[in-house]
């Protein structure tokens, strides 16, 4: 497949660069949100040997590709002037509706991630799969490894979310994962978990467990 000719392909029918004004993809689908879905052909798009078909979900215009959707998506964004981190900053043409909006930050935000939690909890299957027909004990070495490779994607749920909210959102990706990783250092997870009032130059902290969550990481 020639992926630079099938992106070029899809930024034309999809209305040009001017009307595309984000784009993320996840495991199968590029997914676009455009200023005016009216302005893409979906009868020549869907004509294209690379599309295996057209789904429009709210406001989102989504290409299904298949597997090599990480490659057209690479190739959209180097024949185009949008980023990964910066695809979505631009503001304009119709005004989403709040509902559509809320469903656009969570694909956003949730899909980069997929990826990862998908495999992780393949992972933790296998190995409640092979605790459960006496092919590994809980107790072993080869347990405990599969357990922190399986574990780790969601025990550090916020840093993968940190970076994709701040690419969504415009925000510099390393900072928002330094601030997941502060919020997982074990120094302060001790201190949160120690029972005791704590304070911060005098404000109160409500005393949790950041690990595996999804809402603080957001807010913050």
Same mark, same amino acid.
């Given at each position: 497949?020639? =992926?630079?000719k099938?992106?070029?392909?899809?930024?034309q029918?999809v +209305?040009g660069?001017?009307?595309v004004?984000?784009?993320?993809?996840?495991m199968? @689908?590029l @997914?676009?949100?455009? =200023?005016?879905?009216?302005?893409?052909? @979906?009868?020549k %798009?869907e004509?294209l040997?690379? *599309?295996?078909g057209i789904?429009?979900s709210g406001q989102q215009?989504q290409i299904?590709?298949?597997?090599d *959707?990480?490659k057209?998506y690479?190739?959209i964004i180097?024949?185009?002037? %949008?980023?990964?981190e910066?695809?979505?900053?631009?503001q304009g +043409?119709?005004?989403?509706?709040? #509902?559509s909006?809320?469903?656009d930050?969570?694909s956003?935000v949730?899909?980069?991630?997929?990826?990862?939690?998908?495999?992780a +909890?393949?992972?933790k299957?296998i190995i409640a799969i092979?605790?459960?027909f006496?092919?590994m004990?809980?107790e &072993?070495? *080869?347990?405990?490894i599969? &357990?922190a490779?399986?574990d +780790?994607?969601?025990y550090f #749920?916020?840093?993968l979310?940190?970076?994709s909210?701040? @690419?969504?959102?415009?925000s510099?990706? =390393?900072?928002?994962?330094a601030?997941?990783?502060?919020i %997982?250092h074990?120094d302060l997870t001790?201190l949160l978990? &120690?029972?005791?009032?704590i304070s911060f130059?005098?404000?109160?902290?409500?005393a949790?467990? =950041? &690990?595996s969550?999804v809402i603080p990481? %957001?807010l913050?």
């Amino acid at each position: 497949m020639d =992926y630079n000719k099938v992106s070029k392909d899809i930024l034309q029918l999809v +209305g040009g660069e001017e009307n595309v004004q984000s784009v993320i993809h996840c495991m199968t @689908r590029l @997914r676009f949100n455009l =200023y005016d879905n009216a302005k893409a052909d @979906r009868a020549k %798009l869907e004509s294209l040997p690379a *599309v295996m078909g057209i789904n429009i979900s709210g406001q989102q215009f989504q290409i299904i590709i298949g597997n090599d *959707v990480p490659k057209v998506y690479k190739a959209i964004i180097a024949n185009s002037g %949008l980023s990964d981190e910066k695809a979505g900053l631009q503001q304009g +043409g119709k005004k989403k509706n709040v #509902l559509s909006a809320i469903f656009d930050v969570i694909s956003g935000v949730f899909t980069p991630i997929l990826p990862a939690i998908a495999g992780a +909890g393949m992972i933790k299957g296998i190995i409640a799969i092979a605790v459960t027909f006496g092919w590994m004990t809980s107790e &072993s070495q *080869v347990h405990t490894i599969l &357990s922190a490779i399986g574990d +780790g994607a969601f025990y550090f #749920l916020p840093i993968l979310l940190a970076v994709s909210a701040a @690419r969504k959102f415009g925000s510099n990706p =390393y900072v928002a994962a330094a601030i997941g990783a502060a919020i %997982l250092h074990p120094d302060l997870t001790a201190l949160l978990g &120690s029972g005791k009032s704590i304070s911060f130059v005098g404000l109160p902290i409500t005393a949790a467990t =950041y &690990s595996s969550t999804v809402i603080p990481i %957001l807010l913050a």
